[in-house]
């Protein structure tokens, strides 16, 4: 299985969507909350070429992007094969 990795946000609704479409496909994944941790939002921002908003995902390292972008990987069926490694 694909290491995951998700940076997110205190009540986010965007992050909530991505975590949950992770769980139902029974995916773990590695979660940085950056609302108080200006390091990791700076790491976000270096791993994401700059996108600042949340959540911004990972899967085996390659920037997805966030929640929609997640969806519309789920939507073409392109995500279940970059999840399985």
Known sequence: MAKVEIYTKFLCGYCARAKNLLAAKGVAFEETDITMNAAKR???????????TVPQIFIDGRHIGGSDDLAALDAAGELDPLLAG
Do not use: P
């Open 42 to 52: 700076d790491e976000m921002l270096g791993r994401s070429n700059g996108a600042r």
